[in-house]
Every structure is written in structure tokens, then in C-alpha cells.
Nanobody
Framework: QVQLVESGGGSVQAGGSLRLSCAVS????????MGWFRQAPGKEREPVAA????????FYANSVNGRSTISRDNAKNMVYLEMNSLKPEDTADYYC?????????????????WGRGTQVTVAS
């Protein structure tokens, strides 16, 4: 059974930082690209960042580029999202997802396994 479990969300002041973690089990983690997506209240889910199977390739949404870093530890089956200089508009539920493929993509259609999410609230 494939499981993705996010952690690390919380409430922070604008300008603060958070590190989201996602523990993955039940699949060959080291062969799968991983992604982080978010959904704000009343808005559609949007991609945040993606990382290829080896960690060599990463992609970021324009809204977080330069403020966030996605990384992975294939030995621990973990993927991370470090977010800095947080803004109120970063407030959302953040979801970890495992891709069908090895290469990174920002398209949610390429992700077939999803976690339940972790909430991030940024106060102004």
C-alpha cells in the first residue's frame, strides 16, 4: 500500500520559514519524481515544486521561485520543501505527490499518489 504522509505545516508570521516533509512508503521511491502542490481556500490546486528521481532536476512555480527549495533523500524515502520569506498568499494546504514517471513535472496529471496534506498559514 502506497502512503505519503506530510508534516511540518503550521502557522507562521510573514517573512518566516517552514520546512515541509513527506514520508513515502510502498513504492520504489528512488525511481519516482516527486512534487509539492498546494490548494488555497476557494482556489484550484496548483503546483509548487517538483524534483526528479535523482534530485538533479528541480522545477518551481514562479510564485515561490527563489524562496523555496525542494529536495529528497532517497535513502530515507523522504522529500522536503523548504520555504522562506513566507507571504500571506502562501497560505494553503500543501500536498506531496508521487509521479508515475522518473522525470520531474509540474503537471498534476503525471502524479498518481497523493498525501492528505499539511496546512500552512502565514499571518501578515
Amino acid at each position: 500500500q502506497v502512503q505519503l504522509v506530510e508534516s511540518g505545516g503550521g502557522s507562521v508570521q510573514a517573512g518566516g520559514s517552514l520546512r515541509l516533509s513527506c514520508a513515502v512508503s510502498g513504492l520504489v521511491f528512488s525511481s519516482k519524481a516527486m512534487g509539492w502542490f498546494r490548494q488555497a481556500p476557494g482556489k484550484e490546486r496548483e503546483p509548487v515544486a517538483a524534483i526528479g528521481f535523482s534530485g538533479a532536476n528541480t522545477f518551481y512555480a514562479n510564485s515561490v521561485n527563489g524562496r523555496s527549495t525542494i529536495s529528497r533523500d532517497n535513502a530515507k524515502n523522504m522529500v522536503y520543501l523548504e520555504m522562506n520569506s513566507l507571504k500571506p498568499e502562501d497560505t494553503a494546504d500543501y500536498y506531496c505527490a508521487a509521479s508515475t514517471y522518473s522525470w520531474a513535472s509540474m503537471s498534476s496529471r503525471e502524479y498518481n499518489y497523493w498525501g492528505r496534506g499539511t496546512q500552512v498559514t502565514v499571518a501578515s
